[in-house]
């Protein structure tokens, strides 16, 4: 299990990584503001959730495979974005992936450290969040997490699933593997058709 939750830690790294960083390509941050970027949108909901259930120090600052992934995906966006940016929505398309990975890592976590269902629930959604909510505060951005489709729903469906599979005793990979496309799967259709939750109208 502790192989597991390192490998989809690290994969959530660079793929929410490459994400960060090219919202700071997109608001022209020097290479140091593209590297922050990275770092927290690939490692704060990580930090927060480790914070919380007393994974202390967090796996971002005792692991240096977690700064070096974040420094080479940020490295790589900041000379390549253009690469990147040739992906139909890419910052939207590898969100959705990074969240689908970090929901189901975070709810996988929070089980190992003893949380019931609803309490792996929701550090699941906030490991997928915490981050994208960080590097959008950063940019001055209303966080994605607050107004965008089916955002944290998605990452509460994938922790859902760790949490159904678990209790029923399935095995892990099919459960992880049903977590990451319940979650990734969910957040991009959504993206697609446009689905939203109502949103607040101030009064007239």
């Known amino acids: ?9 690290l994969v ?12 700071g390509v997109r608001h022209r941050l020097d290479l ?18 480790d914070a919380l ?7 971002a600052l005792q692991d240096w495979r977690y700064v070096a992934i974040s420094i080479v995906a ?25 969240l689908g990975v970090f929901a ?9 450290f003893g949380l019931g269902p609803v309490g792996a629930m929701l550090l699941g959604m906030l490991t997928g ?18 107004k965008a489709e089916l955002y944290a729903i998605a990452a509460l469906a994938g922790a859902g699933v760790v949490v159904l599979g678990s209790a029923l005793s399935l095995p892990v990979a099919w459960v992880i593997a049903a977590g990451i496309a319940a979650c990734t799967g969910l957040r991009l259709f959504a993206i697609r ?6 949103v607040a109208q101030p009064p007239a």
């Open 53 to 59: 259930i007393g994974a202390t120090p967090p796996a």
């Open 104 to 112: 189901v890592a975070g709810a996988l976590k929070a089980q190992a």
């Open 12 to 23: 959530g790294t660079f793929v929410f990584a490459l994400s960060g960083a090219l919202v």
């Open 74 to 98: 940020g490295l790589f966006t900041f000379w390549r974005a253009g690469t990147i940016e040739r992906w139909r929505n890419p910052v939207q398309s590898i969100d959705a992936v990074g």
């Open 193 to 198: 058709r446009g689905w939203k939750l109502p």
């Open 129 to 146: 969040v915490g981050g994208g909510m960080i590097r959008d505060v950063l940019v001055a951005q209303v966080p994605t997490v607050l």
């Open 1 to 9: 299990m502790d192989l597991i939750l390192v490998t989809l830690d």
């Open 32 to 49: 140091f503001g593209v590297l922050v970027l990275s770092f927290v949108a690939a490692n704060g909901g990580g930090v927060m959730r």
